[in-house]
């Protein structure tokens, strides 16, 4: 397909969709790798997937894989997975745990779990050549409430001055002491900007999930960060405990809560790739890989009280199904909508109202990509 | 593959076969594309497809999706598969009828279908925003001897003047009037004018198709249109009714024909997507649909006399399945020719005098290049 | 993935490994198919595929289709799988035997094994139409040691020009009447290059290849050819017979050898795109074929003297089976080479003095590149 991308068109703002080119055009997708992706905090996963020292999981992200791991002191740590003899691709499992250090397979270079060099064969011979000049590549990773976040930029923005807007705003939460329970992969045939322009609002929640509407309404809430790179509110539940099939508590609530939260469902965007839903009695995280302009995988994944499990009362598949199903009925709009802009006949159109948020998150997107 | 595109070869014509790049090169298709496809009127198929109100086909037409339907007083309109608001891909299932309207699954926007804004759900407090102002995008709409030709440029050429050398040509058939029997989609591993070049000779048949060189010789007919967008003519039967496996006739003729048209079949290319084959007892098209310069979707259909079903001379698929044979013979030339001109070493060669019209199809095609 | 292809960095050589971009970038690729596939002698296999007259094969090369034959003379020669009429690929079948003439399946044209137009129905009538100018297109060939090997180029530098070094240095080793007794193909998921810095050092072997270290020590031979397109030496076989999983030599000798080559295995890399391995009792060599910089085909086959067939001291697959495996663990430490080059952390680094002739290889690969 030919795409009409044209520059001037880039930063016009306001309250219309955006044009096509954004959804379609490969080039837009490098300039978004190079001043968003490559450039801003994003989140990774969550700590309780390394709960001790050696526990690593290989992330891929953004055309990188990263080893990420707690290491002998129980730090965590990010390393590009990569040798820095001839450039091999080290860890092929997903997740695993090291006994006290990484090898790679091909010549058996070996390095320690905080990334220096401590063995590479056969090296003598080479003039000047000293081992400490050879650790693994680090990327800066910092952890916010229990959330693990990277930068692959040189020289990061500080992550405090970033998310000083909601450094504080969870901490009733328990979020570091939450344990995951299960995490689904999606494959979304969609560019991330939908999935994000979705999330944002819940105009489409009469229509595409009555199972929700039923015990949320979509005029139920009240946004509080209403522009920037963090935005979203709270919703109302009406008529049940949580948002779970059968309507009740799948578990004992996640922290000691306000009795008023104890009847809403928060939904935070934390750019640019989190999506953030705080339940009465689990917490649920979205992260998004974009790949393409036309493919997003998704993970999503459900967190619990630290005691929950075990409990008579602990049923989490009751949530985790219910936002399974929400989920996939989300994903099939957002590929409806990358289908559909895919046509030369589209033309960007007026958001309603109920569109606020989707409207700030292309105003902030459109920022972000002003270099 | 390098490709070696020179625009001054471009529009060189004469007797000799087209040069490689005219298949192979990304950047021509796209040119195709933009000088041809979305600028001239093409086929989208047959009335007999949507005979009552409501009834509806989605139709995939270079890179657009495009809903082909017969509104409440039984108009033939097409539409972009697209809603007004957010984009969105509306009709997912290739056809079936809708009841008064047509409604996004997003958020719920209702079109009649006649292509008018008729509900638009939260949309009160957008300012100035006016139903009227959004109706769905229309496609230009013209029927030709039942046949459903669109244009998908701004402003295009009128129908009639266009197809003026071939406006009446077929009264005679009772074309407006036929039913289809069967469609049949063909997967083509071939540049789309193989197809056409492919169509308009008979030196092949010996070597292809002996079950059809048998019953019509390739030096047995007369063409009549010689140059242009239309061109074709007749070859005659001879020792067999029809083109059919068991050599009668397979149903009643398609109308009230002289004499000597019970013995031939006529054979048009009709640029830039049609190739129209009329037997005494069925009419066969076919329609093409480039996908890239390597890969084409044909869709060949076979149109009786509405009379003809439930008579127990109605023999459909004695006819049907010959030219599937044939067709799946001709394909695969046509990729055996794709295959061929990848090489580096291929130079274009002389025409024969029987290959005539495909010399005169690449001088259309590269007039209708020519910006 | 974006690549940062700096044509300034593209001929420094030196002891570092190359920079990222010779193994990712689409047009760095495509000027290796200009200046060294289509520009080099490469080799094609070996003449026992075609012993008898009219026997052929037909070789996928650097985007070609080329036919291999033996005419009715007993001459080897090659020609494009392309019909000077159309330019339709005429041979579909991999292998097989001509009986006398090659005929393309579209409109019959019909050529002779040495490659003149000897039919061509219908074409009378075309003005100055000369069958003498219509052969197939040859492809240069030239026999050495009973490998065929082919150039692409209009004036290709002399084959004895280019392989004097190495003309007569495997006189003694019977190569012209070898047999082959097995092909294997693989794909590997990584860049030719790999594959040819993994063939030149056994610094990798202990860690990858525990089968062939134990018998075969990466520090026990030494090197005779050093700098160049064509390199190599000799690595010790100690405590076995031959290169099998037996120990045992799993055939006569191919060759009367003198003593020392019975305890030995001779490595040569053969650019562009040949690894000829002798062993004892069997000749092994590998052919590349570069399909992007990602993909490498790699046909590996097993020659033996041509009387050892039959003798009940015949077990080829002793061998054939060790370096199958072998093979495998090659291909599968050279794609994860491709996927760490991949990352934007990675970084050339110093060669190790077991590295010498992949640093070597690297240096006439940039000398080759140089226009």
Redesign the interface.
């Known amino acids: ?2 795409t009409f991308y044209r520059p001037e068109q880039m930063f016009l703002s306001g ?1 219309k ?1 955006l044009s ?1 080119e954004y959804y379609l055009s490969p080039e837009i997708f ?1 300039i978004e ?2 001043r968003i992706f ?1 450039r801003q905090w994003f989140c990774a996963g969550h700590v309780s997937r390394v709960p001790e020292a050696g526990h690593y999981f290989v992330l891929d992200a953004y ?3 990263i080893i990420i791991l707690r290491d002998q002191n129980g730090e965590m740590r990010a390393f ?11 860890c ?1 499992e997903p997740e695993g745990r090291f006994s006290k250090s990484i090898q790679c ?4 270079w070996t390095y320690s779990l905080d990334g220096r060099l401590i063995g590479a ?3 003598k ?2 003039q000047d ?1 000293n081992k400490e000049q ?1 650790p693994l ?1 680090a990327v800066r990773l910092q952890i916010w409430e229990g959330f693990i976040f990277l930068n ?1 930029a040189r020289s990061p923005e500080p992550f405090e001055q970033v998310f000083a807007p909601i450094l504080d705003k969870f901490k009733g939460w328990n979020l570091p002491v939450l344990k995951s329970q299960r995490r689904i992969p999606y494959d979304v045939k969609a560019n991330w900007k939908f999935i994000f ?1 979705n999330y944002n609002e819940c ?2 929640c ?3 999930h009555p199972q929700l509407a039923r015990i949320s309404s979509y005029d139920s809430g009240e946004n509080d960060l209403h522009e920037g790179s963090f935005i979203g509110g709270f919703m109302a539940i009406d008529g049940a405990d949580s948002l779970t099939y059968s309507g009740r508590a799948c578990s004992i609530p996640v922290a000691d809560l306000p009795e008023e939260d104890l009847h809403r469902v928060y939904y935070y965007s934390i750019a640019p790739n989190m999506l953030l839903s705080l339940h009465p009695d689990y917490v649920m995280f979205h992260i998004l890989w974009p790949q393409s302009p036309h493919q997003t995988i998704v993970h999503c994944e459900w967190l619990f009280h630290p005691e929950a499990s075990g409990r008579p009362d602990f049923n989490p598949d009751d949530g985790i199904d219910f936002w399974d199903e929400t989920n996939r009925q989300d994903w099939h ?1 957002c590929e ?2 990358q ?9 960007p ?6 569109e606020a948020l989707p409207a700030a998150f292309d105003r902030n997107y459109l920022e972000q990509m002003r270099d």
Chains 1, 2, 3 share one sequence.
């Open positions: 397909m030919v309250s969709t096509r490098n790798q190079e490559t055309g990188e894989s590009y997975n990569v040798c820095r003899h001839r450039g091999t691709f080290m092929e397979p091909y010549h058996a064969p056969l090296m011979g080479v050549f050879f590549h692959l322009q105009y489409h009469p229509p595409v709009m409806l909508s289908k559909g802009v895919a046509s030369r006949s589209y033309r159109s007026p958001y309603s109202p109920r």
